[in-house]
């Protein structure tokens, strides 16, 4: 991989890292979840484990509905 992109993906990668660790509010901490998932997975592309990537990609946005549904219904 170009040099400059893992730099930048690292990057977002340890943001949404951050993020996630230090902010409180559940909606936000989710976002943040998302910001690590799309930074980490140009890594795991570029390794050669598509099969993984793909699982990861369909994962993920999955599992934030239902976090998003029992985040709602836990405020109420």
Not at 7 to 36: E, N, Q, T, W
Not at 43 to 59: E, K, M, N, T, W
Request: glycine share 6%.
């Amino acid at each position: 991989m170009i040099f400059a992109l893992e730099v930048v993906f690292g990057l977002i990668a340890l943001a949404g890292a951050l993020s996630a660790a230090l902010l409180k509010d559940p909606y936000a901490k989710l976002i943040a979840l998302g910001i690590l998932v799309s930074g980490a997975l140009p890594f795991i592309v570029d390794r050669g484990y598509l099969d993984v990537a793909i699982v990861a990609s369909l994962i993920a946005p999955i599992s934030t509905i239902f976090v998003l549904m029992a985040v709602r219904r836990a405020e109420q």
